[in-house]
């Protein structure tokens, strides 16, 4: 089969796919911590900026070491177990399904302010059927609509700051005056703020996505989309809100909370200028639904590799595009869409909840690749007590949303259950076929003939599970470690063959790797191993070799984490899995 090559993405394209995510925040985040931390809104917001400055290392250091698709399912995956890495993805899925929804939904209305005959829920549709077919059509289209969008949303956003800034000099600080003697809000600064930074930490949605098609980019342009990202909340979202309180006086936010902006925008500016902002919340929030797709497809794809999802997810198209995981994503989300009747604010929950929990697992398995891949090389690292700096922020944030809205995380909670427990049944599909196998058996009387046809229909597909063959290449390590290595295969994986590969050289001497292996051949009864010795040297050629060879696929063979000498990067090996 001919392999599918795709052009890779450049630090514009990159930033803009996931930028229009999080630059979207501009357009909700001021006025929604405004009314919960009032005049001190920009000190919440600078908070958040100081988290999201913690997280560059974070993320940096996880997807430097270990540089595949899968953003927190990627480092848990190579750093604990697949039932852990299987609960990160879970909720950036639901995540990325809540942003698609609520995104096209509320430029859909935006839009029906402009256009009022718009029916809102066949446009949130279309919306969706287009940014699908957009995805199909392949990352470089993606890429191409994405960055009009985000340079057209950073120049709005860039003109309403100017023009706000001309206002308050023209016209002076009266408004800021009498609102920031204003009551504060809850009567105590610390909740004020405290509850401010938890509804503003939702305005980094979109950080994640990055490390969720981090294959696509261009070598070194990753730490560059999160620099980008970080420096645009940083900046417009505490200076839109000094403006705001500048401008607009505080009791008039919560009256035009859904679209703050145009009303700022209306009166520095003009009608024209609240009507440009308008337009261009329609053209950023549809460019926050294709980061989702395109954040999607790559977990998804990811998960069906490492047969956590069903091998159908993996067809592609002539253009490199995974277009079954996109298409049945579309499913997804219009039947979320009409099983709400297009009344969102449950899925508010969703989206909160889930992508703060997605955070806070990228750290604890940042703080896991510290303790078990130690000798892995990273081009940064983040220093340990800002890793756990930023998790407490995360928890705190969590906490704080489950204060405002409690009825929000028990709607999260119903989202998520039956997300896990369809996750849960992927993993254990081998031992669910066992127990169908012998229900079919106890009653194969009445129905013979149905119960003959179906159980040999599954222990073919049984057998087929387990014989899919692994291969784990060692460097001679003592019994210690292959004894770790065939404990991790037979807790995590469903096979039931394990080839041991030694690449040997002129003056290797393994008589000691052999006996080991006869010891660990008789105690693991279950695992049929065959050892295997090659002269060469290890590396990509070998891999390729023996895969190609074996018709293993790559992300089906194992090593050890490699030392600073080693003279290749993990991305180097074709997605070969770490799992010592």
Not at 127 to 140: Q, S, W
Not at 287 to 301: I, M, R
Request: glycine share 8%.
């Amino acid at each position: 089969m001919k392999e599918i090559v795709h052009k890779k993405l450049n630090q514009l394209q990159a930033t803009a796919i996931c930028g229009n995510d999080i630059s979207s925040s501009c357009l909700y985040v001021s006025a929604l911590t405004i009314l919960y931390a009032g005049q001190y809104a920009w000190i919440s917001l600078l908070i958040v900026g100081v988290v999201l400055f913690l997280f560059r290392k974070i993320y940096g250091e996880v997807v430097g070491a270990i540089p595949l698709n899968g953003g927190a399912y990627n480092v848990l995956l190579n750093t604990s177990t697949k039932r852990l890495a299987s609960l990160a993805a879970t909720l950036t899925v639901l995540s990325y399904m809540a942003t698609a929804v609520i995104s096209a939904s509320e430029g859909m209305h935006y839009l029906h302010g402009i256009f009022e005959g718009l029916n809102v829920t066949i446009a949130t549709v279309i919306v969706l059927v287009l940014f699908t077919g957009l995805a199909i059509l392949g990352i470089g289209e993606s890429a191409f609509v994405a960055v009009i969008i985000f340079i057209t949303h950073i120049a709005t956003l860039t003109l309403l700051v100017l023009a706000s800034v001309w206002f308050v000099l023209t016209n002076g600080l009266e408004t800021f005056h009498v609102n920031w003697q204003a009551p504060i809000a809850y009567d105590n600064i610390k909740t004020a703020l405290f509850l401010g930074f938890s509804a503003a930490m939702l305005g980094i949605s979109g950080f994640e996505s990055s490390a969720n098609f981090v294959e696509e980019q261009e070598h070194g342009v990753f730490p560059k989309t999160l620099r980008n990202m970080w420096a645009i909340v940083t900046f417009f979202n505490p200076v839109i809100a000094i403006l705001l309180v500048c401008v607009i006086p505080l009791t008039q936010v919560g009256e035009n909370k859904e679209s703050l902006l145009a009303h700022l925008g209306q009166t520095t500016g003009g009608s024209w200028l609240a009507w440009l902002i308008s337009i261009d919340a329609v053209m950023v929030l549809c460019g926050a639904v294709l980061t989702s797709f395109v954040g999607v497809s790559g977990l998804l794809n990811r998960m069906t590799l490492d047969r956590i999802l069903p091998n159908y997810f993996l067809k592609q198209n002539n253009r490199g595009s995974h277009y079954r995981i996109v298409i049945s994503f579309l499913i997804l989300c219009i039947s979320v869409l009409f099983a709400t009747s297009g009344h969102l604010e449950s899925l508010a929950g969703v989206y909160t909840f889930s992508f703060l929990a997605v955070m806070g697992l990228f750290g604890i398995g940042n703080l896991l690749l510290k303790y078990k891949r130690k000798k892995l090389p990273r081009p940064e690292r983040a220093r340990g007590i800002a890793v756990v700096t930023a998790v407490t922020f995360i928890i705190a944030a969590f906490l704080g949303n489950m204060r405002l809205n409690i009825n929000s995380f028990y709607t999260f909670l119903q989202y998520m259950i039956p997300s896990l427990l369809f996750i849960g049944i992927m993993l254990n599909r081998v031992n669910l076929i066992r127990l169908l196998i012998e229900a079919l058996e106890y009653f194969y009387q009445p129905l013979r003939k149905m119960v003959v046809v179906s159980n040999r229909y599954l222990q073919n597909l049984s057998i087929k599970i387990n014989s899919q063959e692994f291969v784990f290449f060692t460097k001679g390590d003592d019994i210690t470690i292959l004894n770790k290595v065939l404990q991790y295969v037979e807790d995590n994986e469903t096979t039931k063959k394990l080839k041991i590969v030694y690449v040997k050289n002129d003056i290797s001497n393994n008589e000691e790797l052999k006996k080991d292996l006869e010891v660990l051949d008789r105690a693991y009864d279950g695992l049929d191993i065959e050892y295997i010795e090659i002269q060469g040297v290890f590396g990509p050629e070998i891999i390729d070799e023996l895969s190609q060879k074996w018709k293993i696929p790559k992300n089906f063979m194992f090593i050890g984490s490699p030392g600073n000498k080693f003279s290749y990067r993990v991305s180097d090996l074709g997605g070969v899995r770490l799992i010592m």
